[in-house]
Each structure stands twice: as C-alpha cells, then as structure tokens.
C-alpha cells in the first residue's frame, strides 16, 4: 500500500491528457468524415459500394501495425507527401501529436462510418418520400427526418469510436512514437512500464483504461436502450 501512494504522489498523468485530447479530436474528424462517407456511400451501386466499403472497412481488420506502417510511408519526410506537407505547410506529422491524431482517426473511422451506414440504411424510406412530398430539400430531409431517425446508431458509433481512438497502440507507435509529455499515450506507456518491469504502475494506468471502458459502454447502452424505448420486446 505505501509503495502504491508512493508511485501516485509521482505519477505523470500526461499519458491520459495526451490520450484523452487525442481521442476527442479524432472523434469529431471521424463522426463528419464517417456520417458524409456513409451518406455518399449508401448511394451507389453495388459493385461500387462493396469496393469502397471495403477499402474503408480495411483499418478495422488488418493489425494496426500495418495500418501504422502504410501511414509512416505516406507521411514520412524521406517520401513525397511527406516532403510536400513539410516543405509547403511546415507540417511534420511523424513523431508529432498531429500523428497521434491522424493514426488514431484511420483506425477509428471504419466504426464509425459502418455504424452510420447501418443506422441509414434502417430509416424507414417512407419518412424521405414524405418529406420530398411535402417539398422539402435533400439536405433538409437528411438533417431534420434521417439524422434524427439515425440518432441512437449515430451516437453509439461515435462513443465506440471515441473508445477505438483512446485506447489506439500499434499504428500510433509507428506514426507517432512515444515521446514522453508529447505522444506518450496511456497505451504506449503501459508497454513502456511493464518492458521496465513496473508492474505497479502498469496496473494503475490499466485500472483507469478500465473505468474510462465502462463509462463508455455504460453510456453507449443507456444511448442505445433509448433508440429501444418504443419497441415492444419478447
């Protein structure tokens, strides 16, 4: 007990700041970016619309790693984008916070574009023929009849993607490194402190993951369980 008050009188909590302001920011690039593609998806033929799917859902299946490495590629400054953005913008995404955000935002955006997608695909299309007939514009329609109908997926996406990019490991490390006070996520640092053989520590911050992760679920069911409020169950 007293070596545990010990390491929390000492306890850096830049891991959670760093973890946390991440995960917001790569939660509301992915609920535009994943509600337009969504939108602009469901649209399309067949063919066309399982190539695309596919392509957006590969972030979610392959190891992050892989992911982590594509994107080190495509923004490293030894490459052309990269080399471009730097010399242009003055923009360095490797080994920055900026990498953290774009790693855990390619992660994270299949989750919320397919929980979008699902939600669309369940509006009752008589809603949009009604609000066509009664001579309402498309982006009125989609804003005021299918978002609201769309409302408990839409909002159950957005919290599992909010828990994808807080607790993003693998291609962070690739794109970002773990750099004390500056990309040092939570998840970087548990690895960090359990290869030091700080098994203590590493439990803490293992501890906080864990009630951050029942928060969420906590809040995603009670989001979800209101989109069931009117549904009479077996």
Request: hydrophobic share 75%; aromatic share 6%; glycine share 6%.
């Given at each position: 007990m007293e070596e545990l008050l010990q390491i929390m009188a000492r306890f850096d909590w830049?891991?959670?700041?760093?973890?946390?302001k991440t995960g917001i920011v790569a939660t509301i690039l992915c609920f535009f970016l994943g509600i337009w593609l969504a939108r602009q998806i469901i649209k399309l033929g067949p063919k066309t619309k399982?190539?695309?799917d596919g392509i957006l859902t590969l972030p979610m299946v392959v190891a992050p790693t892989?992911?982590?490495f594509f994107l080190l590629l495509l923004f490293s400054l030894k490459r052309p984008f990269g080399a471009w953005l730097y010399g242009t913008f003055d923009l360095k995404v490797v080994q920055t916070w900026l990498g953290c955000v774009i790693a855990a935002s390619v992660i994270a955006l299949p989750l919320m574009y397919r929980n979008a997608r699902a939600a669309f695909e369940q509006v009752n299309v008589d809603l949009i023929y009604a609000g066509r007939t009664l001579g309402m514009s498309e982006r009125a329609i989609f804003w005021q009849v299918i978002m609201p109908e769309a409302l408990p997926g839409i909002a159950s996406g957005t919290i599992l993607t909010f828990a994808r990019a807080l607790g993003e490991y693998g291609a962070t490390s690739m794109l970002a490194g773990n750099i004390a006070h500056k990309t040092g996520t939570i998840s970087q640092r548990i690895a960090l402190v359990i290869n030091n053989g700080d098994y203590l520590t590493a439990g803490v911050w293992v501890v906080i993951?864990?009630?951050i992760a029942f928060v969420i679920l906590l809040a995603m069911n009670l989001i979800s369980g209101k989109g069931m409020k009117n549904v009479r169950r077996w």
């Open positions: 830049s891991p959670l700041w760093i973890s946390l399982a190539v695309l892989v992911a982590g993951m864990l009630a």
